[in-house]
T-cell receptor, first 115, second 111 residues
Framework: NAGVTQTPKFRILKIGQSMTLQCTQD?????MYWYRQDPGMGLKLIYY???????DKGEVPNGYNVSRSTTEDFPLRLELAAPSQTSVYFC??????????????FGEGSRLTVL | SQKIEQNSEALNIQEGKTATLTCNYT??????LQWYRQDPGRGPVFLLL?????KEKRKERLKVTFDTTLKQSLFHITASQPADSATYLC??????????FGKGTSLLVTP
């Protein structure tokens, strides 16, 4: 059981380049999330999705885009990379549990450096 | 503004002692609160969830309390072991879809 899989694990980008961070889960979870974590900081929500075709902005969406064409996949696109986007990116998913959010299952993270 | 505050200073304790970590929040009315563990270079891993109508929750050597009047949760690890050394994250949401996280508290258990 793979859980949440993120690729790539590491990437170095030049300023202005674009790239897509891939995230896939095999648990049939409807809810998926992208967080970023800067050193010494907590996780900040970038975007989330409550099902295929439905996405919404989190706390820090600027400079990012997402899509959700299938239940399994939730890619995060960085357009025109900037040094401020240097961070570790975590994808997470959870099942729907009524009024209470179930536990989040996280991927191992994608470490991005923009130079 | 909404805030989730955890002790920013690392907590160093001796093996066998009880570690107590604090999570305080403002401008939230959470239906539940969660605790996660994060090891260096890894994604967070869920530990415990406690609902607003629960005062205390236990799981093996872990205990969580939730005081909605004080707006505080305490996370205890009894009989701590060096393997418990990690960063512990508090997370909560008012309702619905997304969890917001504190910055985490680093715990170091020395033999």
């Amino acid at each position: 059981n793979a859980g949440v899989t993120q690729t790539p694990k590491f990437r170095i980008l030049k300023i202005g380049q674009s790239m897509t961070l891939q995230c896939t889960q095999d648990m049939n979870h409807n809810y998926m999330y992208w967080y970023r974590q800067d050193p010494g900081m907590g996780l900040k929500l970038i975007y989330y999705s409550v099902g295929a075709g439905i996405t919404d902005k989190g706390e820090v969406p600027n400079g990012y885009n997402v899509s959700r064409s299938t239940t399994e996949d939730f890619p995060l696109r960085l357009e025109l990379a900037a040094p401020s986007q240097t961070s570790v990116y975590f994808c997470a998913s959870r099942t729907e549990t009524g009024n209470f959010a179930g536990e989040l299952f996280f991927g191992e993270g994608s470490r991005l450096t923009v130079l | 503004s909404q805030k989730i505050e955890q002790n920013s200073e690392a907590l160093n304790i001796q093996e066998g002692k009880t570690a107590t970590l604090t999570c305080n929040y403002t401008n939230y009315s959470p239906a539940y609160l969660q605790w996660y563990r994060q090891d260096p270079g890894r994604g967070p891993v869920f530990l415990l969830l406690i609902r607003e109508n629960e005062k205390e929750k236990r799981k093996e050597r872990l205990k969580v309390t939730f005081d909605t009047t004080l707006k505080q949760s305490l996370f205890h690890i009894t009989a701590s072991q060096p393997a418990d050394s990690a960063t512990y994250l508090c997370a909560l949401a008012n309702s619905g879809y997304a969890l917001n996280f504190g910055k985490g508290t680093s715990l170091l258990v020395t033999p």
